[in-house]
């Protein structure tokens, strides 16, 4: 039995002018010239498949070789979507469409609830805080410390971020030498608003405990931010326990600078001595000595009447 066998044809147009192809079949479903063609369609050029063959593009090639001949190709035909389908696919479109824009509806609606119900209880909430510190002023004159922690405690259960809180608990529990705890309250508050006061807490209750490394990170960052004379001399201590004797003498030089007081310039001569410069801390030993032998400013009687 011989077998179809054909070029690709782009224009497929073509075939659709067609009686019937021996290929395929009357409904227009994708076959394959594989398929063998009967008798009757291929040796008879008067056969409607011979006819329909000679109006494809550069003509038909009938093969009659047997199936060991495998060069044949396949022509696809492309089954159109019907209008059911079609409809289908509009309807489950429009359908996505309208649970997407409930979803849409559902979430807005909710956002804008939990709005309200927020602008309703944030001036309450407000007001309680106001009356807790209160409460907690009246508790501290009264040493009542264990009303006073509570008040602190309810005031951080409406405002979590409150760093207000946190510093004043935290100084309780330093007061109350409960350390850990004071730690915990100074990093929390230092953590949401980095400010000097947080900060040198900080550094103070971990220098009190020896965490000498964590007191030096948090006095640094104090006295970039504000430094005094007294913050300089707690990093001054702080690095000396650290054995940074360098950083020792350029933190108290700095603090010479800013107020060469006796107490500094005494601190600043030590310094010079762990670090073996006998020479400067000669210099600053004398100008100690002259610093001492200074007489104290005297005012006369004018300059007093327009200091009081």
Known sequence: MKHCSRPQVSNTSILSNCVRDPCMNGFGRQLSYNQPCPPSWTTSPTSPGFACARKVANGPKWSGSSNTDNDWRRLTVTRRPSWMSLLWECVMTNLLLLVLAAVGAMIAIRT?????????????????????????????????????????????????????????????????????????????????????????????????????????????????????SKRMLVFARVLQQLGEYKKVVDVLKRTVDM??????????????????????????????????????????????????
Not at 285 to 307: D, I, K, N, V
Request: net charge negative; glycine share 2%.
């Open 112 to 228: 804008y609830n939990r709005q309200q119900v927020h602008d309703v209880e944030k001036p309450r909430q407000s007001q309680r805080i106001a009356r807790l510190w209160e409460y907690f002023e009246m508790t501290s004159r009264r040493q009542n410390w264990d009303a006073a922690e509570r008040s602190l405690l309810q005031i951080l259960k409406y405002d979590h971020k409150n760093t207000a809180a946190y510093n004043q608990l935290g100084m309780m529990y330093v007061r109350a030498e409960r350390f850990d705890d004071a730690i915990a309250c100074f990093d929390i508050a230092s953590s949401l608003a980095p400010s000097v006061a947080s900060l040198y807490n900080l550094g103070l209750v971990h220098f009190r405990v020896g965490n000498y490394q964590e007191a030096a990170s948090a006095l640094q960052k104090v006295v970039d931010l504000e430094p005094t």
């Open 259 to 308: 107020d060469p007081n006796e107490r500094n310039l005494a601190y600043l001569a030590e310094a010079y001595d762990d670090t073996k410069q006998y020479k400067k801390a000669e210099e600053v030993r004398q100008q100690l000595q002259q610093t001492r032998q200074e007489p104290a400013p005297t005012f006369s009687s004018e300059q007093l009447q327009t200091l009081k």
